[in-house]
């Protein structure tokens, strides 16, 4: 369980969230919602014990998994079947147990192998407390459920995408969690949008190991879907009051009483400000009359009264307004690929994909999870070198690239210096203007990028591509971690752009709106006329 009292949270002077008393009780599954930078990740944080909050205290009893949008930290050396394993030490308790079998074998010493002997009798049984063979056949299962095959698993952390680290996270606090072979069932799972980056039958899957988690659970997810399936209780978090509102009561139940006590306020309003304007205007009749100055001044404060007992009117939410400019001139065909291949030691990722960019064109790229396509747009950037074949600029050829895990931002500069660095000609004024359209102004002009939400780094990532006047446009899932109205200004934009796009995405509607007219299928690298057949194909690649 995880209880917070009297939680402050703020992002510079922003006050994010005051006075706030959460618990997270066994049973509970709450969906966390509020729009992007309302400071989501900031209370998932601090509830997980990552980020010391600003005031108040939060405590846990009972193990916890967090699951952050970007996991970058930790040895990119250790092998990925290692991480997940380590949830529950069996990563170390195998390797010890490998290393006393051969010594049990090797030694010639009768004493020195019997204290071999005893020492693997004693791992052994270590091992099988933990759950032994049966916990990591349970490992390997959850893996395969989120997309991990035993060759990726068999892969150093470093090797894979960001994608992929991401899903070995996730099977690990999954792991940990799962009581099926010794894991902790009573654990509280922290996550943080958990389906990027999961193809359909993952997120399927995902769906009812959370439904049949005994512990509590927190969720913070753009996937209506998983949402309306799983929670029983919801928090909203309201940017513009600095409060949390708690819903005891599914993600439906939860819509339709949001949309009642909108109505609600509504019509009181309506009501109240028309019996407080008659009642003004017959105070200011009154009030022309010396006699009646008293009943007038009376029935003036009455109607000021019954407006200010009114319920606040809700702010609406601010949208970044996003829209590219007229790309660079260039020739007809600004970017050519031939021959592309690349491999992790002995892994082939895919092998001699040609592609040409026309201009204005659009281009989407397929395949299951781990076939290449984070690798390959990588390449068009010139972020990663192939290791065999060229990517060859055509006439005004300018790229702009939206990398799925934000590679492009520096995390430890400002919004700002990141905005200057991707926009070194734009004026100071202009590219303030800019900014304030993709809601960055004030003191968070001076915050580091590495502490904005996904959705934050996905609006700052994209006020780059703006500022570029890019007559290529390289986006990996440029739709993950925005709220549903800043979606669709992303996927409106995306329809108005004038230059080429070549895009990744698990997303539908971001291909729908993109209309694509070719599509590369990897690993084979083959390419094809776009179809309603490959539409089909989105979701589960």
């Given at each position: 369980?995880?209880?917070?009292?009297?939680?402050?949270?703020?992002?510079?002077?922003?006050?994010?969230?005051s006075g706030a008393t959460l618990r997270v009780q066994p049973g509970d599954r709450i969906g966390l919602v509020g729009r992007n930078g309302a400071g989501k990740t900031t209370t998932l944080r601090s509830l997980a014990g990552v980020g010391e909050p600003y005031g108040g205290e939060v405590r846990a009893t009972g193990p916890?998994?967090?699951l952050p949008q970007d996991p970058r930290e930790g040895d990119l050396t250790v092998l990925?079947?290692?991480?997940?394993?380590?949830?529950r030490g069996l990563d170390d308790l195998l390797r010890q147990m490998e290393k006393t079998q051969s010594a049990m074998a090797e030694l010639a010493d009768d004493a020195a192998r019997d204290r071999a002997i005893a020492r693997y009798g004693r791992l052994e049984e270590r091992f099988a407390d933990l759950g032994g063979y049966a916990a990591e056949?349970?490992?390997?299962?959850?893996?395969?459920?989120?997309?991990?095959?035993?060759?990726?698993?068999?892969?150093?952390?470093g090797t894979l995408s960001g994608g992929q680290r991401r899903r070995v996270e996730l099977a690990r606090i999954l792991f940990a969690a799962s009581g099926d072979s010794g894991g902790n069932a009573g654990t509280t799972l922290l996550l943080d949008e958990p389906t990027n980056h999961l193809d359909a039958d993952s997120i399927a899957w995902l769906r009812s190991f959370l439904l049949a988690h005994e512990g509590g659970l927190v969720v913070i997810s753009h996937d209506t879907a998983l949402i309306e399936a799983v929670v029983n209780k919801v928090w909203l978090l309201d940017a513009t009051r600095g409060e949390l509102d708690v819903y005891n009561m599914g993600w439906v139940k939860y819509q339709q009483a949001r949309a009642d006590d909108e109505a609600r306020r509504r019509r009181e309003r309506a009501n109240a400000e028309k019996k407080a304007g008659a009642l003004q205007a017959q105070a200011a009749k009154m009030g022309a009359k010396a006699t009646k100055a008293v009943a007038a001044k009376q029935m003036a404060r009455r109607a000021q009264?019954?407006?200010?007992?009114?319920?606040?009117?809700?702010?609406?939410?601010?949208?970044a307004h996003i829209r590219f400019p007229a790309p660079a001139a260039c020739g007809r065909v600004p970017?050519?690929?031939?021959?592309?291949?690349?491999?992790?030691?002995?892994?082939?990722?895919?092998?001699?994909?040609d592609l040409a960019v026309d201009r204005g064109s659009r281009v989407v790229i397929l395949g299951l999870n781990g076939a290449g396509k984070t690798t390959l747009l990588r390449i068009l950037a010139g972020a990663e070198h192939p290791d065999t074949g060229q990517v060859v600029a055509g006439h005004g050829l300018r790229t702009g690239y939206f990398a799925q895990e934000h590679d492009t931002l520096e995390m430890d500069r400002t919004v700002w210096e990141n905005a200057r660095s991707a926009a070194p000609d734009t004026g100071e004024q202009q590219l303030r203007t800019l900014l304030g359209a993709f809601l960055f102004t004030g003191e968070q002009l001076d915050q580091p990028a590495g502490?904005?939400?996904?959705?934050?780094?996905?609006?700052?990532?994209l006020a780059g591509l703006v500022s570029s006047a890019a007559n290529v446009l390289l986006l990996d899932e440029p739709t993950n971690n925005l709220d549903p109205a800043s979606r669709e200004k992303v996927l409106d934009a995306l329809r108005r752009f004038e230059g080429a796009v070549v895009l990744v995405t698990h997303d539908p509607g971001a291909v729908e709106a993109l209309e694509p007219e070719r599509v590369i299928l990897l690993p084979d690298g083959t390419e094809d006329h776009f179809s309603a057949e490959h539409l089909e194909l989105v979701e589960l690649a």
């Open positions: 369980m995880i209880t917070a009292s009297d939680l402050e949270l703020r992002a510079g002077s922003r006050v994010l969230l916890v998994g967090y990925a079947r290692d991480r997940v394993l380590s949830a056949s349970e490992a390997g299962r959850i893996c395969a459920n989120l997309g991990l095959p035993d060759r990726v698993l068999g892969q150093p952390l009264a019954m407006l200010d007992g009114l319920d606040e009117q809700r702010v609406e939410d601010k949208v970017m050519t690929a031939a021959g592309l291949s690349k491999t992790y030691g002995s892994l082939e990722v895919f092998t001699g994909v502490t904005l939400s996904g959705g934050e780094r996905t609006r700052l990532a």
